[in-house]
Nanobody, 133 residues
Framework: VQLVESGGGSVQAGGSLRVSCEPS????????MGWFRQAPGKEREEREG??????????TYADSVKGRFTISKDNVKNTLYLQMNTLKPEDTAMYYC?????????????????????????WGQGTQVTVSS
């Protein structure tokens, strides 16, 4: 079971980036997926919910990204996207793709996931987004 992320990178403030996440090896239907981020130097701390999307149509965003970020899922390609526009330096973080497990529904953004709860969900390896001023 893997969540393979791509995209990310470095951009100046006001720019745009798109990150993608492709699940593989899952033997059950994933209900909810999302993007979470972790600020630099906080490897042991919580991951902030940025945006989540569920198969029942529920989409949620953190207040800090509303109007700038858009989460979407291509059900044909089975790929999750996060389009990030008007990026700000405070968006700099490692961005992680997450999916729920058969037992635990993924928490919806803007919920945070403490380090102690990471094992409840599947995570990608993370992709770095750096925004310079």
């Amino acid at each position: 079971v893997q969540l393979v992320e791509s995209g990310g990178g470095s951009v100046q403030a006001g720019g745009s980036l798109r990150v993608s996440c492709e699940p593989s090896g899952f033997t059950y239907k994933i209900n909810c997926m999302g993007w979470f981020r972790q600020a630099p130097g906080k490897e042991r701390e919580e991951r902030e919910g940025v945006a989540t999307i569920c198969s029942d149509g529920i989409i949620t965003y953190a207040d800090s990204v509303k109007g700038r970020f858009t989460i979407s899922k291509d059900n044909v390609k089975n790929t999750l996207y996060l389009q990030m526009n008007t990026l700000k330096p405070e968006d700099t973080a490692m961005y992680y793709c997450a999916a729920d497990t058969p037992r635990y529904r993924l928490v919806a953004a803007p919920a945070v996931v403490p380090a102690s709860d990471r094992g409840l969900y599947f995570w990608g390896q993370g992709t770095q987004v750096t925004v310079s001023s």
